[in-house]
């Protein structure tokens, strides 16, 4: 069974930064690409960052240059560093990935950047 546990959910001033984990299991952790997603309140869900099993990635526009995706292989986890923060980044932030066509998602950690 595949597991995504998130974890690193904070509440923050505006400029400020958190470091988000997401400890996989179940999976062949190596192979897959991951992805961290973000949900606000009234908002669809969005693609935040991607990182491929090459080490390859990807961000939104909106965080490109202040968060930093990367993974660890050894430990089975991939993290989001987010740095200046800003209060449109308060949201929940998901960990993501896909096997064999199926999607697999965390439960979420909560992030809420305010003054």
């Known amino acids: 069974q595949v597991h995504l546990v998130e974890s690193g959910g904070a509440s923050v001033q505006p400029g400020g930064s958190l470091r988000l984990s997401c400890l996989t299991s179940g999976l062949n952790f190596k192979i897959h690409a991951m992805h961290w997603y973000r949900q606000a309140p009234g908002k669809s869900r969005e693609l935040v960052a991607a990182?491929?099993?090459?080490?390859?990635?990807d961000y939104a526009d909106s965080v490109r240059g202040r968060f930093t995706i990367s993974r660890d292989t050894t430990q089975n986890t991939v993290y989001l560093q987010m740095n200046s923060l800003q209060p449109e980044d308060t949201a929940v932030y998901y960990c993501?990935?896909?096997?064999?066509?199926?999607?697999?998602w965390g439960r979420g950690t909560q992030v809420t950047v305010s003054s």
């Open positions: 990182i491929t099993s090459g080490f390859s990635a």
């Open positions: 993501h990935t896909q096997r064999q066509l199926r999607d697999y």
